[in-house]
């Protein structure tokens, strides 16, 4: 078991290597950890998690507006059951808050008993139509002229950050060679392959490739072309805690043609997010935020929740979906390679995650990847960073045996030194800022550091040394 951020990689060919460790990468690795093998985890960035899985809008689906029959609709429905049960063990922070789908124009409340229909055909069957006097009962601060909303119950919130870190630290604590900082910048197919990365060359027997946006680009160094990634850019505002008791549920729109539109909904640590955008980009790394885009936000969100335009900003962000042009997920295998592509995992990877983990690993054994002698991995037990359950600083029995949970340096989301502390000590340890931020909340508050920054570097370069 090791995590590894410079120097040469070790020796030997690893039996399975997977490149990427974003929320999908990182399944793969986990479900591979239940296998007797030598696997490897490779990640150009110096943590997981910090490509297109640390910006997405965190809602655990239910699929039921998937296209129906296609490998993303089963994989959706398959991973909202898996990830679910996974979360509640881990203690990954999931608030079921359901989502109402809200209809502004005749056009948009036609088109509610379709997406109910849609719903069933898609295995879900708790979708159903509620009049205007319901939508507005349960959410009042919409702003005039809701005709309706398909209410979808089984819809949730998840912490985005710590399902992907619960992943890579099952992994690593089974085994898994968690190798950062190495890009994988060629392929010399054979067996082994022969991978040339930014760290020098690493063999493996069988390959996977969960590189997400670069998906495409690692698929044509083995000599495949069906695919090419377009980003679609999404940015959102995320909106102060004192905002939080504005909204009750996930407030969708009617999804158009360029998918699920701009919505509004809680996040787990207590602030209320509007976006996304979905602008299709040339860039790969255009993750900023324009005046265009966050005025387009803001129209929006004026008329789903007017109130919510009076309150601070905390933070504007972007992600980078990969979209293909195909309204289906481009899982490929290729056994005579020996060699699986996991490419155009758009708006749902994050919910998906577990169950495009168990299709890979199957896919790999038809090229021939031994999958005999699965065990259970050690449960992992994450430090929670959801609002709706107990935090250490008003937890007294912690505090009592740890005065370290009492100590807070992240006023602006109560941090703690005894956190801070942990997650630089986990099994793997930020990066990082970001990072500390993505394990703590530290430094993602109203004041985005202006307080705690120095304080939170300074415990981070101690802890690093
Ligand atoms: C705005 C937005 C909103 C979204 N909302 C939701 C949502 O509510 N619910 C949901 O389920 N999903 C949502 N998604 C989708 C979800 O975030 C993605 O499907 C998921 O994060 C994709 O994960 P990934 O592991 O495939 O990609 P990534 O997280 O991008 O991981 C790929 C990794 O590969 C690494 N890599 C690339 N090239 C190389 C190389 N050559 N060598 C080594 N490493 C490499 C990258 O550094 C990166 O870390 C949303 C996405 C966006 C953008």
């Not at 997981?48 to 655990?60: I, P, Q, R, Y």
């Not at 085994?175 to 082994?192: A, E, F, I, M, Q």
């Not at 919505?263 to 509007?274: A, E, H, K, Q, R």
């Amino acid at each position: 078991m090791s995590v590894t951020t410079g120097g040469a990689l070790p020796g030997g060919a690893y039996d399975v290597t997977v490149i990427g460790a974003g929320v999908v990468g990182s399944a793969i690795a986990r479900e591979l950890a239940r296998l007797p093998l030598r696997t490897a985890l490779v990640e150009a960035c110096d943590d997981v998690g910090d490509g297109t899985s640390k910006a997405n809008t965190a809602v655990l689906h239910t699929g039921f507006d998937a296209v129906p029959g296609t490998l993303e609709s089963r994989l959706v429905r398959e991973g909202q059951r898996r990830l679910a049960a996974y979360a509640a063990d881990a203690g990954i922070p999931v608030e079921p808050l359901g989502a109402l789908l809200v209809a502004w124009d005749e056009e948009q409340l036609g088109a509610l008993a379709g997406l109910a229909e849609k719903a069933v055909r898609n295995g879900y069957r708790s979708a159903r139509i509620i009049p205007a006097e319901e939508v507005r009962a349960r959410e009042p601060e919409l702003g005039p002229g809701v005709l309706g909303a398909l209410d979808v119950p089984g819809e949730s919130i998840i912490c985005p950050w710590t399902t992907t870190l619960a992943y890579a630290t099952q992994a690593v604590r089974a085994g898994t060679d968690l190798h950062l900082n190495c890009r994988v910048r060629s392929v010399t197919p054979g067996d082994p392959h022969l991978l040339g990365t930014s760290r020098g060359p690493l063999r493996t027997r069988h390959l996977v490739n969960a590189a997400g946006l670069y998906a495409d680009e690692i698929d044509r160094l083995l000599g495949h072309g069906d695919f090419t990634v377009t980003p679609r850019r999404g940015q959102l505002i995320v909106f102060d805690e004192l905002a939080r008791g504005l909204v009750r549920h996930i407030l969708l729109p009617v999804p158009g043609a360029l998918g699920k539109g701009v919505l509004v909904t809680p996040t787990v640590y207590g602030n209320v997010m509007l976006g996304p955008t979905a602008e299709d980009l040339d860039d790969k790394t255009a993750t900023g935020s324009t005046a265009e885009g966050l005025a387009l936000l803001r129209e929006k969100g004026r008329r789903i929740l007017p109130a919510l335009l009076e309150e601070e900003v905390t933070a504007v962000y972007a992600g980078l979906r990969a979209a293909t042009g195909s309204e289906d997920y481009a899982i490929r295998a290729h056994p005579v390679q020996r060699y699986v592509s996991v490419g155009g995992i758009r708006s749902t990877g994050l919910t998906a995650s577990m169950a495009i983990a168990a299709h890979v690993v199957a896919l790999l054994a038809d090229g021939g990847l031994p999958v005999t002698g699965a065990r259970e991995l050690e449960p992992v037990r994450m430090p929670n960073l959801g609002e709706a359950f107990p935090r250490p600083y008003r937890d007294a029995r912690m505090i009592a045996a740890d005065p370290e949970y009492g100590r807070i340096v992240c006023h602006c989301e109560r941090v703690t030194r005894g956190e801070i502390r942990d997650a630089l000590a986990g099994t793997v340890p930020p990066g990082s800022l970001d990072g500390l931020r993505r394990r703590t909340r530290a430094r993602g508050g109203r004041c985005q550091g202006f307080h705690c920054g120095a304080a939170v570097r300074a415990l981070f370069e101690e802890g690093r040394r």
